[in-house]
């Protein structure tokens, strides 16, 4: 079956605009989790959504990284006011069991 | 402190044989999931092995398997067989906790080089 997908795959904005990037997990798969990854900071998690429960955000490094799940499939994580240290690749996972998460592509940003 | 140590920022192997691939953890929560993820230069995460803290066999998967010491702490990587095709980004990680989608600490991560 498919696998996680993300959108874009390449995202280069300039210092202050907004963001928006959009993961599809697998078909069935109730846990969605957010992760960016960077060369000074290694893989670092954001955001999880299990269900309909609330979600742990304890990973969103300030006030302007949010996200939401639409009908507990859809994700999309926004950033608002980029700056250059949100430059990164951001990687969706998701996962059904408590045993393996299962990786999108990512989406490269670049912030200008 | 870190939770997950990988030491060897970089290793080499001769293609056709074994290379063990160190990872270190530290948690006090007696249960908790290990994790190997490959990571190609096409940049996505590949799923690779799972051992779960009260799994009594080591955990294996075709060419990779999970050298797990749980005393002292430690989930190596042991791929054999190497190919050329294993050359990647390779990264340790832990879930704590048997929650259903608790997050996944990883390790710094090791480059694995596959020489023909």
């Known amino acids: 079956g498919a696998g996680v997908s993300q959108s874009p795959s390449n995202k280069v904005t300039e210092k202050g605009k907004d963001v928006e990037l959009r993961c599809d997990p697998i078909s069935g798969h109730t846990a969605l989790y957010w992760y960016r990854q960077s060369l000074g900071q290694g893989l670092e998690f954001l955001i999880y959504f299990q269900g309909n429960s609330a979600p742990d955000k304890s990973g969103l490094p300030s006030d302007r990284f949010s996200a939401e799940r639409t009908g507990g499939s859809v994700s999309t994580l926004t950033i608002q006011r980029t700056q250059q240290e949100d430059s990164a690749v951001y990687l969706c996972a998701s996962s059904l069991t408590g045993f393996a998460q299962y990786f999108g592509p990512g989406t490269r940003l670049t912030v200008l | 402190a870190q939770k997950i140590t990988q030491t060897q920022p970089g290793m080499f192997v001769q293609e056709k044989e074994a290379v063990t691939l160190d990872c270190t953890y530290d948690?006090?929560?007696?249960?908790?999931?290990l994790f190997w993820y490959k990571q190609p230069s096409s940049g996505e995460m590949i799923f690779l092995i799972y051992q779960g803290s009260y799994d009594q066999q080591n955990a294996t998967e075709g060419r990779y398997s999970l050298n797990f010491q749980k005393a002292r702490k430690s989930a190596n990587l042991v791929i054999s067989a190497s190919q050329l095709g294993d050359s990647a980004m390779y990264f340790c990680?832990?879930?704590?906790?048997?929650?259903?989608?608790?997050?996944?600490?990883f390790g710094a991560g090791t480059i694995l080089r596959v020489k023909s």
């Open positions: 990680a832990m879930r704590e906790g048997d929650g259903y989608g608790n997050k996944l600490v």
């Open positions: 948690t006090s929560d007696p249960s908790y999931g």
